[in-house]
């Protein structure tokens, strides 16, 4: 390890955030601190109909004050494994169960300050049903062609990190099953 | 606004993060609290050669106790214009100067609790230079060819969210000028 940890503090323990403040020593010797927000993990799922239809999810996000279209998400419970999360969450926030879902990678939304891993999936050969969101959950679910999905994202009207790079490998992957 | 804003709290004040737990009241009238963490803004820049590499920068992230594969990046200073912020980033952690800054769009890393926004760009027509990163920040510069790059993202061994992004669509934009 190239920074040794000096010293481990917990700053903030909420409900969601758990935040830390530790002091280290750098590669040159010198005493710095690192502050960052542990996070339990994440998934993503981007649900594609068999006539190439995406599923999203709008919501309202606090943070920006206003509302995201997203792909559905959840947080990992203690020790679940991602594939499980994700096929959890898929049938809570959309109804859908699938035949097939097909690992997109992990990403780490911000390795500055935070430590989440956020495991995406492609979920093809979807069986529709009713959505059962928690109580306080309120989402919207709205369908788009993945083509006008990655025209958005090439505009700039899709912010949400997860759906972009989820709908971006997509498009490849089909690419490439195409061409192979 | 779907979700009021009933109380605002500063739960921690760092150097870096400053997190916040506020009380809400949600759409069914229910109250709730949000925490989450406020960003002063990023950006971060893909820089391109004439003869098709991209120039990463490899250093050490502690939430993940590993160097991580990243473009370039940086934070916004206070009042600055994310254009700026990246010609200065790009100086400092590759010497190079940009003829093209040309804008990738701006993700959210993860909406649920951080309210960055990281503003993307590609550089090129690129004059090289020197690297002048500040005291205590150790980057390893790395070069690869952008399809490298690519192969690498579609295999999950790049999981930074601003790399995966900024290579993918920089990808379609190539493609879209090569048949446009």
């Known amino acids: 390890m190239k920074e040794k940890t000096l010293q481990q503090e917990t700053v903030f323990a909420g409900k969601l955030l758990h935040v830390r403040r530790d002091q280290v020593e ?3 010797g010198h005493k710095s601190e690192r502050e960052f927000c542990m996070h339990p993990g994440g998934v993503g799922i981007l649900p594609l109909t068999d006539d190439g239809q995406v599923l999203l999810v709008e919501q309202f ?6 509302e ?4 559905p998400a959840g947080k990992l419970e203690r020790g679940e494994e991602p594939l499980v999360c994700g096929i959890r969450e898929l049938k809570e926030e959309t ?19 935070v430590d989440e891993k956020l495991y995406l999936y492609l979920a093809r050969g979807l069986t529709r049903g009713e959505a059962s969101p ?8 709205v369908q788009m062609p993945l083509e006008t999905l990655l025209q958005r994202i090439m505009s700039d009207e899709i912010h949400d990190a997860k759906t972009v790079v989820s709908a971006l490998k997509t498009a490849r992957l089909l690419k490439e099953e195409h061409h192979g």
């Open 95 to 113: 109804g859908c169960t699938a035949r097939e879902m097909i690992p997109l990678g992990c990403i780490y939304p911000t390795p500055g300050y």
């Open 68 to 71: 995201l279209l997203e792909i």
């Open 134 to 141: 928690d109580e306080d959950e309120f989402l919207n679910l």
């Open 61 to 66: 996000r606090y943070p920006y004050g206003c």
């Open 26 to 28: 750098l590669e040159n």
